[in-house]
């Protein structure tokens, strides 16, 4: 498919998908820490490579990333990406500990709060994609939560292999949830890549044909 | 003489041709591979990010050469000769190929390894002797080249800076 001639249909329903997918995780984010939790209207993206990692602050920029890929009728990646403060601040407000840090001062990784982290995005991930199985009737399962805090295009690269063998560009649905209570800087945002043969299978479950 | 020196940047999937006093710039490599050939007295440089091991893989009929380790060369190695650049000169340095998660089972898992080894296959056809690298691992790297020196800059999260 072409992906530079979707419809307005069709991009409407890629939006929807991505509302109705952080909806769900942003009500269980709210139910997760108690607090009141906002999302922005979800943002469908049709770019070049090299503008998805301009997206989120350039190719070097440091994120922390929780990668799940979607198996299932509608194969894709979802990724949960946060600044090192947003995630820092995420594991302190769980674990009640405000001690809690990413990395211990020695450099290594702090086990207990990768896992803190992991098992959230498990959460968060689990509430979108099932938001978004339960629109479509499509069957969609969540592979294990997979972590790296690393330079952005590294990690964005990962989801961009998949697609690049049939395209130049990425379709990307982009919502952003965040803190209502903005002074704790929890923020998150959302990548779904809907894999290239998936499009078709969405727009088809969804009652839009190709042409309209 | 006073030059001013800027730095030429390569996007994903890219390829660029650098002269000194300038260096050239990539960005943010996981699994994807940079390679630098160069030709020393010359102060020439070019390089190449690749995404993916071989061209054959594609299912478009129309694909930006840049992406795949075969073709990007091969384009590559055609810009630098129009520059000038000596054959029997040349010489490379690679940098990437990391995995960058651990995924369980998937042919995307060894996509970094494999790009390593589709680059230095098609290397070797060209009879290009590769001088240094600094490949694996699960980190992501930027390096940066300059064609004066010969220098190739690696920088990591977790490890700073080093010099290949």
């Given amino acids: 498919m072409n992906y530079n001639h979707l419809s307005t249909i069709q991009l409407d329903a890629l939006r929807e998908i991505g509302n109705i997918g952080a909806g769900n995780a942003a009500t269980s984010m709210s139910k997760l820490i108690n607090e009141k939790i906002d999302m922005q209207v979800p943002n469908v993206s049709i770019i070049e490579f090299d503008e998805v990692m301009d997206m989120i602050g350039g190719a070097e920029s440091l994120v922390v990333a929780i990668l799940f890929q979607i198996q299932g009728e509608a194969p894709g990646m979802v990724y949960l990406l946060f600044t090192v403060d947003e995630a820092e601040s995420l594991v302190k407000h769980i674990t009640s500990n405000s001690k809690q840090r990413l990395f211990h001062e020695d450099g290594t990784c702090n086990d207990f709060a990768i896992s803190a982290l992991k098992e959230t995005g498990n959460i968060l991930a689990g509430s979108y994609l099932s938001a978004l199985s339960d629109f479509t009737n499509l069957n969609m399962n969540t592979s294990i939560p997979h972590f790296s805090v690393d330079m952005a295009g590294a990690i964005l690269s990962v989801g961009l292999l998949e697609i690049s063998h049939a395209t130049d560009y990425a379709i990307i649905i982009d919502t952003k949830i965040n803190d209502a209570n903005l002074k704790n800087g929890i923020n998150g945002q959302f990548l779904f890549l809907p894999g290239p043969e998936s499009f078709e299978k969405i727009f088809r479950a969804l009652g839009i044909n190709e042409n309209e | ?164």
């Fill in chain 2, 1 to 164: 003489m006073n030059e001013i020196k800027s730095i030429v940047k390569v996007g994903i999937a890219d390829v660029n041709i650098v002269t000194a006093p300038n260096t050239i710039r990539t960005t943010g490599l996981g699994s994807c591979v940079g390679i630098v050939i160069y030709d020393l007295p010359k102060k020439t440089a070019g390089l190449a990010h690749i995404m993916l091991p071989d061209s054959n893989l594609a299912k478009q009929t129309n694909f930006n050469a840049f992406k795949y380790a075969d073709t990007a060369i091969d384009n590559m190695m055609e810009k630098l000769l129009e520059n000038g650049v000596r054959k029997f000169a040349l010489k490379a340095k690679i940098a990437g190929g990391a995995q960058m998660f651990q995924f369980s089972s998937n042919d995307t898992i060894r996509i970094g390894r494999r790009n390593v080894e589709a680059v230095l296959k098609r290397l070797s056809k060209y009879h290009i002797p590769v001088v240094a690298s600094d490949v694996g691992g699960n980190c992501g790297r930027t390096i940066d080249f300059d064609p004066d020196t010969g220098e190739l800059k690696i920088r990591t999260v977790s490890k700073g800076e080093a010099i290949i």
